[in-house]
């Protein structure tokens, strides 16, 4: 027999019944009930009961054992009495009566429990991230990744696609966040990058004749947390096709999606084929680029109802309606928790009006409304006889982002929000450039975009009037992925990057690489990268990325189990021909 296992605990059955069988693991949980110890048996495949009894040689050792000791036990399965039988458990009609056992690695006081799975701080959990990833929800939280992976690269690959690694010391890239640097220790006062995405080598892959690429793909950027995204580092599934145009991606992700949604989660709808809408309409119908398309509410603009109102609180400004049919019967708590909830995100108020049985406004501004406020307002809005329509006013950009969160959450209070189901969407045609606050150009996504109608776009359109080939895929709020057909015109690039204020010899020297090989026979491309922490994340039903991910960093971008980041030493320092400069308090 195996010196530790012939069996693991996980796999044993009725068909086992008899048999004498090996097992190691981790004790999970103990039972005493007076003269029989049953114990819980964990190891990565699942969980098996063990019963000891007061004659036998383990049973007093087994008694004083700490949780999370591992054990090897020798002994016999046996069938469970039928009041016995766990259902919850692929192992629950079986138990195994043990004869011996060994201690292979004895476990100290734990600073937290493993089973049960009690409320602990995410400090102490990542701390102690070797202990968190044993708890039984991160612990397949990180074998469903596993599988995601594994299924991915199957389908990419039965696609046509090449699985091939790009490097991960490259040089710095303007690609929209802060890189991570990596000091050269054979090139005193120059410094490699970690690559923020493959984009520049996975087109030149492209220009190098690999016709369909793709990478799980480890990405790298200073970025600060947020629930959706983990600080430092993720991954992605970097894909490249040659030949192609925006309908080429669309086709080749919509099929891995959907089979991969369904592989997951199986009894969930997953929308098919995925609507397309456009950046504008987007903004306008759902105050974001992302929307959650689960919530069956839409926004609508009615800053020319009140552009000369009376009405000074919306006078002149931006003025977002949300027209929620079906409010009649609503107390006033629910006006007031929706207004609580927009104060919380950043508004200064909500203002309401309805629409009561009789065809009247009601509400605290339908006093404030004239006749034709009200009814442009009713036509607009499309609103019925027991319609509520609530108002965000202010900055566009302000109003939107707090309009849209409102939009989802009176969907949910209203029995108007759809639960199990991914509702996928692509949004597309993007601005290519965005004014800052200074009235400079810049991008508005990926500098390396194809403008649509190319050239004559960027030599005959005002620059916020040019739309980019630029799409991203969107799942239930959730934006999972950006992509675009390329600019493999060096033509194109320079101007493309004129406009955004870079001359020639900077896109020369930041893009060297690419834009030299450009001039030797560059085929048109497209690609996208959607994010594999946030496909998990969302099969997982967790809220927080950091629940997919083994050993992610903490809000603050520290690893508080290997304690990083961390000072190095003098020689460490003098090597690398780097100092520190303390600064000044």
Not at 11 to 19: N, P, Q
Not at 416 to 435: A, L, N, S, T
Not at 543 to 552: D, K, L, Q, S
């Amino acid at each position: 027999m195996h010196r530790y296992r012939s069996h693991t605990c996980g796999e044993l059955r009725v068909t086992d019944v008899g048999s004498d069988v090996r097992l190691s693991g981790w004790l999970h949980n103990r039972r005493d009930l007076g003269g029989v110890l049953f114990l819980d048996l964990r190891d990565n495949s699942g969980i098996v009961q063990l019963i000891v009894r007061s004659d036998s040689p383990a049973y007093e050792e087994l008694g004083s054992l700490s949780k999370e000791t591992v054990l090897r036990a020798d002994g016999q399965v046996l069938r469970r009495d039928p009041g016995n039988v766990n259902p919850e458990l692929p192992t629950g009609e079986i138990e195994v009566q043990v004869a011996e056992i060994e201690v292979l690695g004895a476990a100290d006081p734990l600073p937290f429990s493993v089973f049960p799975e009690d409320k602990v701080n995410e400090e102490t959990r990542l701390t102690y991230r070797f202990l968190d990833l044993r708890r039984s929800r991160l612990h397949r939280n990180i074998l469903l990744r596993s599988a995601v992976i594994r299924s991915i690269r199957e389908k990419m690959t039965a696609q046509g696609f090449v699985d091939m690694q790009t490097p991960i010391l490259s040089a710095p890239s303007p690609e929209g966040a802060r890189d991570f640097l990596v000091p050269s220790r054979l090139h005193p006062g120059k410094f490699y990058a970690l690559p923020q995405a493959p984009q520049q080598f996975k087109q030149l892959l492209m220009v190098s004749g690999f016709d369909r690429y793709f990478q799980i793909a480890p990405c790298f950027r200073d970025e600060d947390s947020r629930a959706d995204r983990s600080p430092g580092e993720f991954y992605q599934l970097d894909v490249e096709m040659s030949f192609a145009e925006q309908e080429d991606v669309f086709q080749v992700i919509e099929a891995v999606m959907t089979e991969l949604f369904r592989e997951f989660a199986p009894g969930k709808e997953v929308t098919s084929p995925f609507p397309r809408i456009t950046y504008r309409d987007a903004m306008a119908r759902y105050g974001t680029d992302k929307p959650d398309l689960r919530a069956a509410l839409e926004l609508v603009d009615v800053s020319d109802i009140f552009r000369d109102s009376e009405f000074r609180a919306f006078a002149g400004k931006h003025v977002t309606a949300l027209p929620v049919p079906d409010c009649s019967g609503q107390p006033r708590s629910f006006f007031d928790q929706l207004q609580a909830f927009a104060v919380d995100r950043g508004a200064q108020g909500l203002a309401w009006v309805r629409l009561d049985d009789s065809g009247k406004l009601t509400g605290p501004i339908a006093k404030f409304l004239t006749d034709d406020d009200v009814r442009q307002l009713v036509a607009e809005a499309k609103a019925e006889p027991g319609t509520a329509i609530f108002f965000g006013a202010g900055g566009e950009s302000e109003v939107a982002k707090i309009m849209s969160d409102v939009r989802v959450e009176a969907a949910k209070r209203v029995g108007r929000f759809e639960e199990d189901v991914f509702r996928f969407c692509w949004i597309v045609d993007f601005p290519m450039y965005e004014q800052a606050d200074d009235g400079t150009i810049d991008f508005s996504h990926n500098p390396f975009s194809m403008p649509q109608n190319g050239l004559e776009a960027l030599r005959t359109q005002n620059p916020l009037d040019i739309l980019a080939w630029q799409y991203d895929i969107v799942c239930n709020g959730t934006e999972l992925s950006s992509g675009a057909v390329r600019n493999h015109s060096p033509e194109i690039m320079y101007e493309a990057f004129r406009i955004a204020g870079y001359s020639k010899e900077e896109v020369d020297e930041q893009f060297g690489g690419m834009i030299r090989a450009f001039h030797y026979g560059a085929p048109p491309h497209a690609g996208i990268a959607p994010g594999v922490d946030r496909i998990v994340m969302l099969l997982a039903g967790e809220p927080n990325i950091r629940e997919t991910i083994a050993f992610p960093l903490n809000q603050n971008a520290q690893d508080l189990l290997m304690g990083a980041p961390n000072v190095v030493d003098d020689a460490r320092l003098k090597e690398l021909n780097l100092g520190i400069r303390k600064q000044q308090r």
